[in-house]
Antibody
């Protein structure tokens, strides 16, 4: 059974940093693209970033480019999102998802940016 | 970024009647590998989005056959042949040919 467990969210002040993690199981992690998606309260999902199987190709949304970085550790079946220079508008639930097309989703981890 | 525009944004439907949602992209979604990376998702209240259709017209595992997807290039459609009560929710299109983008969502409700 495919499982994705998101963690690392929390309350942070504007300008602060957080590192989100996603631990995968039930499939061959190193063979799949992986994606981060976020959903602000009452809003639709917003694509954030994706990374190819060996980590050599990464893409970020313009809204987070230069502030967020996606990465992965295939030996640990883990996906990461380093978030720096956080803004109030980054407040959302953050989900990791399998594949570029997001066929399986984690349960999400909430990030609140507030002073 | 590619912009995905859905219509309508609100879709009241009578039980047992068909429903159709359109999604248009600001540029062609045909990838250089020949595939079109376009998906449809359903989100019920309090849940994370669920994949319904991938690569334009392929139903994900367990998705009822009353759901179908079609289209090409920049114009895509999700059809529900006969709406059931469990279909209430918000439907989103998504492209991942050029990075990734979601549409703004279409809320399906029972009339």
């Amino acid at each position: 059974e495919v499982q994705l467990v998101d963690s690392g969210g929390g309350l942070v002040q504007p300008g602060g940093s957080l590192r989100l993690s996603c631990t995968a199981s039930g499939f061959t992690f190193k063979s799949f693209w992986m994606t981060w998606v976020r959903q602000a309260p009452g809003k639709g999902p917003e694509w954030v970033a994706k990374i190819n199987p060996d980590g050599s190709a990464i893409y970020h949304a313009d809204s987070v480019k230069g502030r967020f970085t996606i990465s992965r550790d295939n030996a640990k079946n883990s996906l990461f999102l380093q978030m720096n220079s956080l803004r109030v508008e980054d407040t959302a639930i953050y989900y990791c998802a399998r594949a570029g097309g997001a066929d399986y989703w984690g349960q999400g981890t909430p990030v609140t940016v507030s002073s | 970024d590619v912009v995905m525009t859905q219509s309508p944004l609100s879709l009241p439907v009578t039980l047992g009647q068909p429903a159709s949602i359109s999604c248009k992209s600001s540029q062609s979604l045909v990838h250089s590998d020949g595939n079109t990376y376009f998906n449809w998702f359903q989100q019920r209240p309090g849940q994370s989005p669920r994949l319904l259709i991938y690569k334009v017209s392929n139903r994900d595992s367990g998705v009822p056959d009353r759901f179908s997807g079609s289209g090409s290039g920049t114009d895509f459609t999700l059809k529900i042949s006969r709406v059931e009560a469990e279909d209430v929710g918000i439907y989103y299109c998504m492209q991942h040919t050029h990075g990734g983008t979601f549409g703004q969502g279409t809320t399906l409700e029972i009339k």
